[in-house]
């Protein structure tokens, strides 16, 4: 096995040295009744040549849909990579090592952990962002678990309608044990904005919102906070497109507790929904609650800047049952991704293709309104996603448009039964040139009549 | 390594400068953003750097300098499974046909990834001996979050309450941080000198109220639990369930399968047995394996074969009594599609070889370090990872010593300080993709460290030398005035 070095004559050897006769005596620990007495059934070993041709067969299958027009979005986003960013990842120094638990070996990992999270923070406008967590969904529901350590005179999570409801599921699998409700805000029919009731949320721990929430719109977060002071409840802001805080408010100057989102759109491709990158941020406040890894940085005993991991304690390899969360492993080389292209494009550079998602989104917004009566769903201001009407069901509309190699995105009654049956999320990036916008929409007046 | 200082990304470039051209795409009057309401709007990115692709990509290559990989050196940290990562399942992983999907595809248009997921399930299920797995959470705690809601999603099914999980105390610390989460109290079982679980411990503490029992099998003290038979029967017979821990399931891959032993419930690392790479701290993939009567509390959605028309086609599953959602989609898939090609490569007979080698390498390292006066806390067999402590080494020297000083010696550390059962421990897997040459050399510096330990304790005490920076100093970094979390700009 190309893998395995050890020869027969290693083996041997080695056997003698700690007085084994074989390799059966190693496992004599185990008892005789669990030991397998036949091979697995597994296919035959390939070798390399076997294994790339059946991948790549597998590969051709996915690429003829690379070809098609889309505008899939709800969380995965469609970004350009650029070539630089795979180049450096698959630098064995960073795609190989551990965790930097031994910090004098583990600089390079460290440091750019500590460049992430003061590009997090940053972007989010927060104190202090944490090394990241597996996923948005995951960090929305750390999120809540970290304001119930905080806020503890509240008892119940409420979460607008309006947030992924991707996220609003793993929420309620991660809360579902531990004993707090989760409940649902409605949302405007007409601007597509959550509806608050200040009255009826008084047991409030915290409140949860997407920034832009699933149909694209953007929430003021004032009346969001000025409900959550009022009930004296966190605030926890959800982006699941990151890209759009090239753009947006930060949500920390809004007075958000704790940010979370999904840090895919920066240089990760959609690949089938993982790995994605969880981003979480917070109040320097607040710090020593936050879960998963914190790199700080500190100095060497010769006095010279070091990176390391800090505030540790919170952590379960110390502090075992009493850890702020269980995560370990994160998604630290996604994080690392993110590093690099939000370096590659830079103060002047995302904010332009920031814009430039603006720019396409705004063409398709404004083809559709030229083609179409009533066909933006919600009135509410978007970035680079948003919600059409189309005059037929969404379902026939879609399987329509995908006979015609287009992808025209998320039916929402697929997740919103009682919505509009002929709603649809799409989303615009820099990814899709103008023709394919007016293709799209040209397919639509088609397959609509 | 590169011992040289690296200034912050934040301290690099220059106005004006970019590291991607975005001209083509922006329209000269593009004043679309306005769209967006003043109060909704960021003023600027300040802070930001503003460096070429050219100095983008020295940064990023002078910080790799600074860190070490698999590829370059031994990497024995035990419980870990620092085995080699093979190239061609990143070059596999980088396809596009893979890379490009979207999970919001049509079923139909994403076949490809779907069967891929369905039939590392099954081999999955045969690797382990379990009835069907779960590809979603993405890391071995995320697993074991998954699989003690399966469990408790399985006693409630039953009408019952039990609220404790019981955990030996030799326990990776994600076991009973992942039970708390879960809404378990963890409670702990002590562990025979021998290093195995007290089964005198697990009588006291077991009653009706254990809803499983979580035991790392190999445990970490790098031994098989011989009596694991038994204690399935007592969990069993008490209506608990018993959970496997699979982070050491190296040792057993073709030998022999938990689910033959009692398991009900196993987590499997794919950034461990299964060969994909660590990443420096992720991602990873943390598949969760269970028996029959568990299959409907798996995590939604789940990957099921189906025929139409006689053709077979695969499609994401939603059972109602599922524990619900754990993933955004489909966990780690470009991770779960490494290992998918890592057992393609090694079938049955490379898989037995995998825990023979690994097995056979830990033993050799554990008889010959031994001989060197390491201290050896449990001595007999070891399965793919060996125990020792830093009992009786002279002048004060410390596991810690040892750790730094392997860093000049060309090695990163093994894994210190763990397990909590014994003093200064030093956790040593070696896996099975090294050569007898490198452990051989191996032994050789650990040999010189007892030498150094005797005649030049300053060495060690000061190590490491040579690496960019020197022991940090992590108390002093943890002090509230001096928490360091992100560049700010003066």
């Given at each position: 096995?190309?893998?395995?070095?050890?020869?027969?004559?290693?083996?041997?050897?080695?056997?003698?040295?700690?007085?084994a006769?074989?390799?059966?005596?190693l496992f004599?620990?185990?008892?005789e009744?669990f030991?397998?007495?036949?091979?697995?059934?597994?296919?035959?070993?390939?070798?390399?040549?076997?294994?790339?041709?059946?991948?790549?067969?597998?590969?051709?299958?996915?690429e003829?849909?690379?070809?098609?027009?889309?505008?899939l979005?709800?969380?995965?986003?469609?970004?350009?990579v650029?070539?630089?960013?795979?180049?450096?990842l698959?630098?064995?120094e960073f795609?190989?090592?551990?965790?930097?638990?031994?910090?004098?070996?583990?600089?390079g990992?460290?440091q750019?952990?500590?460049?992430?999270?003061?590009?997090?923070?940053?972007?989010?406008g927060?104190?202090?962002a944490?090394?990241s967590?597996?996923?948005?969904?995951?960090?929305t529901?750390?999120?809540?678990?970290?304001?119930?350590?905080?806020?503890?005179?509240?008892?119940?999570?409420?979460?607008s309608s309006?947030l992924?409801?991707?996220?609003?599921?793993?929420?309620?699998?991660?809360?579902?044990?531990?004993?707090?409700p989760?409940?649902e805000?409605?949302?405007?029919?007409?601007?597509?904005?959550?509806?608050?009731?200040a009255?009826?949320?008084?047991d409030a721990?915290?409140?949860?919102?997407?920034y832009?929430?699933y149909?694209?719109?953007?929430?003021?977060?004032?009346?969001?906070?000025?409900?959550?002071?009022?009930?004296?409840?966190l605030?926890i802001?959800v982006?699941?497109?990151?890209?759009?805080?090239?753009?947006?408010?930060p949500?920390?100057?809004?007075?958000?507790?704790?940010?979370v989102?999904?840090g895919?759109s920066?240089?990760l491709?959609?690949?089938?929904?993982?790995?994605?990158?969880g981003?979480?941020a917070?109040?320097?406040?607040?710090v020593?609650?936050l879960?998963?890894?914190i790199?700080?940085?500190g100095?060497d005993?010769f006095?010279?800047?070091a990176f390391?991991i800090?505030i540790?304690?919170?952590e379960?390899h110390?502090?075992?049952?009493?850890a702020?969360?269980?995560?370990?492993?994160?998604?630290?080389?996604?994080a690392?991704?993110a590093?690099m292209?939000?370096t590659?494009y830079?103060?002047?550079?995302?904010?332009?293709l920031?814009k430039?998602?603006?720019?396409?989104a705004?063409?398709?917004?404004g083809?559709?309104?030229?083609?179409?009566?009533?066909?933006?769903?919600f009135?509410g201001?978007?970035?680079?996603?948003f919600?059409i009407?189309?005059?037929?069901?969404?379902?026939?509309?879609?399987e329509?448009?995908?006979?015609?190699?287009?992808?025209g995105g998320?039916?929402?009654?697929?997740d919103?039964?009682?919505s509009?049956?002929?709603?649809?999320?799409?989303?615009?990036?820099?990814m899709?040139r103008?023709?394919?916008v007016?293709?799209?929409?040209?397919?639509l007046k088609?397959?609509?009549? | 390594?590169n011992?040289?200082?690296?200034k912050l990304?934040?301290?690099q470039?220059?106005?004006?400068?970019?590291?991607?051209?975005l001209?083509?795409?922006?329209?000269?009057?593009?004043h679309?953003?306005?769209?967006?309401?003043?109060?909704?709007?960021?003023k600027?990115?300040d802070?930001?750097?503003?460096?070429?692709?050219?100095e983008?990509?020295?940064h990023?290559?002078?910080?790799?300098?600074?860190?070490?990989?698999?590829?370059?050196?031994?990497?024995?940290?035990?419980?870990?499974?620092?085995?080699?990562?093979?190239?061609?399942?990143e070059?596999?992983?980088?396809?596009?046909?893979?890379?490009?999907?979207?999970?919001?595809?049509?079923?139909?248009?994403?076949?490809?990834?779907?069967?891929i997921?369905?039939?590392?399930?099954?081999m999955?299920?045969?690797?382990?001996g379990?009835?069907?797995?779960?590809?979603?959470?993405?890391?071995?705690?995320?697993?074991?979050?998954?699989?003690l809601?399966?469990?408790?999603?399985a006693?409630?099914?039953?009408?019952?309450?039990?609220d404790k999980?019981?955990?030996?105390?030799?326990?990776?610390?994600?076991?009973?941080?992942?039970?708390v989460?879960?809404?378990?109290?963890?409670?702990?079982?002590?562990?025979?000198?021998?290093?195995?679980?007290?089964?005198?411990s697990?009588e006291?503490?077991?009653?009706?109220?254990?809803a499983?029992?979580?035991?790392t099998?190999?445990?970490?003290?790098?031994?098989?639990?011989?009596?694991?038979?038994?204690?399935?029967?007592?969990?069993?017979?008490?209506?608990?369930y018993?959970?496997?821990?699979?982070?050491?399931?190296?040792?057993?891959?073709?030998?022999?399968?938990?689910?033959?032993?009692?398991?009900?419930?196993?987590?499997?690392?794919m950034?461990?047995?299964?060969?994909?790479?660590?990443?420096?701290?992720?991602?990873?993939a943390?598949?969760?394996?269970?028996k029959?009567?568990?299959?409907?509390?798996?995590?939604?959605?789940?990957?099921?074969?189906?025929?139409?028309?006689?053709?077979i086609y695969f499609?994401?599953?939603?059972?109602?009594?599922?524990?619900?959602?754990?993933h955004?989609?489909?966990g780690?898939?470009?991770?779960l599609?490494?290992?998918y090609?890592?057992?393609?490569?090694?079938?049955?007979?490379?898989?037995?070889?995998?825990a023979?080698?690994?097995?056979?390498?830990?033993?050799y390292l554990r008889?010959?370090?031994?001989?060197?006066g390491?201290?050896?806390?449990?001595?007999?067999?070891c399965?793919h990872?060996?125990?020792f402590?830093?009992?009786?080494?002279?002048?004060?020297?410390?596991?810690?010593?040892?750790?730094?000083?392997?860093?000049?010696k060309?090695?990163?550390?093994m894994?210190v300080?763990?397990?909590?059962t014994?003093?200064?421990?030093?956790?040593?897997?070696?896996?099975?993709t090294e050569t007898?040459e490198?452990?051989?050399v191996?032994?050789?510096?650990m040999s010189?460290?007892v030498?150094?330990?005797?005649?030049?304790?300053?060495?060690l005490?000061?190590?490491?030398?040579?690496?960019?920076?020197?022991r940090?100093d992590?108390?002093?970094?943890?002090?509230?005035?001096?928490?360091?979390l992100?560049w700010?700009?003066?």
């Amino acid at each position: 096995m190309r893998y395995i070095p050890l020869t027969p004559e290693d083996k041997d050897a080695m056997l003698k040295t700690i007085g084994a006769k074989n390799i059966g005596e190693l496992f004599e620990q185990i008892p005789e009744e669990f030991k397998l007495k036949k091979d697995l059934k597994l296919p035959a070993p390939l070798g390399e040549m076997e294994l790339s041709a059946h991948m790549k067969a597998l590969s051709e299958e996915g690429e003829i849909t690379l070809k098609n027009i889309s505008f899939l979005g709800g969380g995965i986003n469609r970004h350009y990579v650029p070539a630089v960013i795979p180049a450096l990842l698959s630098r064995e120094e960073f795609l190989t090592a551990y965790t930097p638990y031994q910090p004098e070996a583990s600089q390079g990992t460290l440091q750019a952990l500590y460049e992430f999270q003061t590009y997090i923070a940053i972007l989010s406008g927060m104190d202090v962002a944490n090394a990241s967590l597996y996923d948005g969904a995951t960090a929305t529901a750390e999120a809540a678990l970290m304001a119930r350590r905080i806020n503890k005179k509240g008892k119940t999570v409420y979460v607008s309608s309006a947030l992924h409801p991707h996220y609003r599921e793993v929420l309620r699998t991660y809360l579902r044990d531990v004993d707090v409700p989760v409940v649902e805000l409605p949302f405007d029919q007409k601007t597509g904005k959550t509806i608050y009731d200040a009255e009826q949320m008084k047991d409030a721990l915290c409140l949860i919102v997407g920034y832009p929430n699933y149909f694209g719109i953007i929430e003021n977060l004032d009346e969001a906070k000025e409900v959550a002071t009022k009930i004296g409840a966190l605030l926890i802001s959800v982006t699941t497109e990151a890209l759009s805080l090239a753009i947006l408010k930060p949500p920390g100057e809004f007075g958000v507790d704790i940010f979370v989102g999904e840090g895919q759109s920066f240089g990760l491709p959609p690949s089938f929904g993982g790995p994605l990158l969880g981003l979480m941020a917070t109040k320097t406040e607040h710090v020593r609650n936050l879960p998963g890894r914190i790199i700080g940085k500190g100095k060497d005993k010769f006095g010279k800047d070091a990176f390391m991991i800090v505030i540790a304690t919170r952590e379960q390899h110390i502090k075992r049952e009493k850890a702020t969360s269980n995560i370990c492993t994160n998604e630290a080389l996604c994080a690392l991704t993110a590093v690099m292209y939000l370096t590659l494009y830079g103060k002047t550079g995302l904010a332009d293709l920031a814009k430039i998602n603006m720019e396409n989104a705004c063409a398709l917004r404004g083809a559709m309104k030229g083609m179409f009566k009533d066909c933006i769903s919600f009135s509410g201001p978007t970035f680079n996603e948003f919600v059409i009407r189309t005059p037929l069901p969404a379902k026939f509309v879609l399987e329509a448009l995908a006979q015609r190699n287009i992808y025209g995105g998320i039916a929402l009654s697929k997740d919103y039964r009682r919505s509009n049956p002929n709603d649809i999320l799409v989303a615009v990036t820099e990814m899709n040139r103008l023709d394919e916008v007016f293709n799209f929409v040209n397919a639509l007046k088609e397959v609509s009549q | 390594m590169n011992s040289g200082t690296e200034k912050l990304i934040f301290e690099q470039g220059r106005a004006g400068r970019i590291g991607i051209d975005l001209e083509s795409f922006i329209l000269p009057d593009s004043h679309r953003n306005r769209i967006i309401p003043e109060e909704l709007r960021r003023k600027s990115l300040d802070g930001f750097p503003e460096v070429s692709e050219p100095e983008m990509v020295r940064h990023f290559t002078r910080l790799s300098q600074k860190n070490v990989g698999v590829d370059d050196r031994m990497y024995p940290l035990g419980s870990c499974t620092m085995k080699y990562n093979p190239r061609i399942n990143e070059t596999i992983a980088s396809m596009e046909g893979f890379t490009g999907l979207h999970p919001a595809m049509p079923h139909g248009d994403t076949q490809n990834a779907f069967r891929i997921l369905w039939e590392l399930e099954q081999m999955l299920n045969e690797i382990c001996g379990m009835d069907a797995f779960t590809l979603n959470p993405v890391a071995g705690a995320h697993g074991e979050l998954t699989g003690l809601k399966i469990i408790r999603a399985a006693i409630r099914a039953r009408g019952e309450k039990k609220d404790k999980i019981l955990i030996p105390k030799s326990a990776h610390g994600t076991n009973p941080a992942s039970a708390v989460l879960a809404g378990f109290t963890p409670v702990d079982v002590e562990v025979n000198s021998d290093g195995s679980i007290s089964l005198e411990s697990l009588e006291k503490v077991l009653d009706e109220n254990v809803a499983a029992m979580m035991i790392t099998n190999p445990s970490t003290h790098g031994l098989f639990e011989t009596n694991i038979g038994k204690i399935a029967d007592i969990l069993h017979a008490k209506g608990s369930y018993l959970y496997c821990d699979g982070a050491n399931l190296n040792a057993l891959v073709g030998i022999a399968r938990p689910g033959d032993m009692g398991f009900d419930v196993i987590q499997t690392n794919m950034h461990k047995t299964f060969s994909t790479p660590h990443g420096g701290g992720g991602p990873g993939a943390g598949p969760v394996g269970v028996k029959e009567e568990l299959i409907p509390f798996l995590p939604c959605p789940r990957i099921v074969k189906a025929e139409r028309d006689g053709a077979i086609y695969f499609k994401p599953k939603y059972d109602k009594r599922s524990i619900g959602r754990i993933h955004s989609w489909y966990g780690n898939f470009l991770v779960l599609l490494r290992a998918y090609c890592y057992i393609l490569s090694m079938g049955a007979s490379g898989l037995r070889e995998v825990a023979e080698a690994s097995v056979l390498n830990a033993n050799y390292l554990r008889v010959s370090l031994s001989a060197l006066g390491y201290h050896v806390p449990f001595g007999r067999m070891c399965m793919h990872e060996c125990l020792f402590t830093d009992a009786g080494l002279p002048n004060g020297i410390t596991t810690m010593d040892i750790a730094k000083r392997l860093i000049d010696k060309g090695y990163h550390p093994m894994t210190v300080y763990f397990p909590l059962t014994v003093h200064g421990a030093m956790l040593i897997e070696p896996t099975e993709t090294e050569t007898k040459e490198t452990l051989d050399v191996f032994i050789t510096a650990m040999s010189e460290i007892v030498g150094e330990a005797k005649e030049h304790p300053k060495l060690l005490h000061e190590a490491p030398h040579g690496t960019s920076v020197g022991r940090v100093d992590e108390v002093d970094a943890n002090r509230p005035k001096n928490l360091n979390l992100r560049w700010k700009k003066l």
